[in-house]
């Protein structure tokens, strides 16, 4: 009897500490009301995503995702709203919003673990973003074992995550990137600009890595079997990467489309977030006619996680078919 009270009293006191630190997923339900979503996501852990491309293991992690309203002022500012959410109903998506998700991507080589963009780092964490870091945890990873940063372009959903706390969140890497990229924002011409809050947060999170950066243009190489290609438009230096090992072949898009249906389908359609319209378009077909000709497999940082995938040329633009088992045999 005395064994079992005192059970009983060391179980409920067991529960009564472990309440407070665990937020389960019913109370976080409870507490937020009907819009749940991205609260529930939450309570999971990260979603990651692995498969391997010849010898190189490849690594997605959501970083998160963010739902929005009006999607043709963002896809197709040059559309009427009709013509946009025509095509979105054509593809069983909603009119009337949409979900933009953040992947970045570790490749280890065997001999380098190279991080592709960092995700929206702390500034997200209120939003449920910002969880690249908690993912590669996931995955067996730390920030201590990344030995190279890739930044694809300088758009804080890219760079967000390179300081934590005040400190560069991957303590041993190097870091590569454009050229044309890191000149255009790290320019003080840029101060009374639209690129001026860019420019700041280049400031803020590139460039104190400046002296540990490597920087390249078309054709340059990140470790052996990783190349840079020119991809401009989105951004001033936007950069692509084409992965190669043992045969297999993956492209990282990073933001050449940002949009699965919208972007691929139309890919002239104009982009809120394109810097040079007119030049990101020509980029966006011209990757997608090679990807589309030569059957190459892409990870685009926007495209539905685990957003890799391939395309398929039809009329206006391109039909996105996600990955199944292609990579596992
Ligand atoms: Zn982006």
């Known amino acids: 009897m005395v064994t079992m009270k005192r059970r009983m009293l ?68 040059n559309q009427s709203v009709e013509t946009v959410g025509a095509l979105l109903e054509a593809n069983f998506l909603p009119a009337d919003s949409f979900v933009n998700s953040f992947a970045p991507v570790l490749v280890n080589t065997g001999s380098d673990v190279v991080l592709f963009d960092t995700g929206l780092g702390e500034g997200g964490r209120a939003n449920g973003l910002g969880r690249l870091v908690e993912g590669l945890t996931a995955a067996g990873y730390t920030r201590e074992d990344v030995t190279t940063v890739v930044l694809t372009h300088m758009h804080g959903d890219h760079i967000g995550g390179l300081m934590e706390g005040g400190q560069p969140a991957f303590p041993n890497a190097r870091y590569v990137t454009g050229q044309a990229e890191y000149d255009f924002w790290a320019d003080p011409a840029r101060v009374g600009t639209p690129a001026e809050n860019g420019h700041k947060g280049v400031l803020a999170n590139v460039a104190p890595m400046a002296e540990k950066m490597t920087f390249i243009g078309d054709g340059g190489e990140v470790v052996s079997g990783i190349t840079g290609m020119a991809a401009f438009g989105h951004s001033p230096g936007h950069m692509i990467y084409r992965l190669e090992s043992e045969g297999r072949q993956l492209v990282l898009t990073a933001d050449t489309a940002n949009h699965f249906v919208l972007s691929l389908q139309r890919p002239d359609w104009e982009v809120r977030f394109d810097m040079d319209k007119a030049a990101a378009a020509a980029t966006r077909s011209k990757v997608f006619d090679m990807l589309a000709t030569d059957k190459l497999a892409f990870l685009g940082y926007h495209m539905p996680f685990p957003a890799v995938g391939f395309v398929e040329k039809v009329d206006q633009g391109y039909r996105y078919v996600p990955k199944a088992y292609q990579f596992d045999i």
């Open 10 to 77: 060391l179980g409920s006191a067991g529960v009564a500490l472990a309440a407070p630190m665990i937020m389960t997923r019913a109370a976080i339900a409870q507490q937020s009301g009907a819009d749940t979503s991205m609260n529930i996501d939450r309570a999971m852990p990260p979603e990651t995503h692995r498969f391997n491309v010849g010898k190189f293991e490849v690594v997605v992690v959501k970083d998160g995702s963010r739902p929005s309203g009006n999607p043709q002022e963002t896809f197709g500012t």
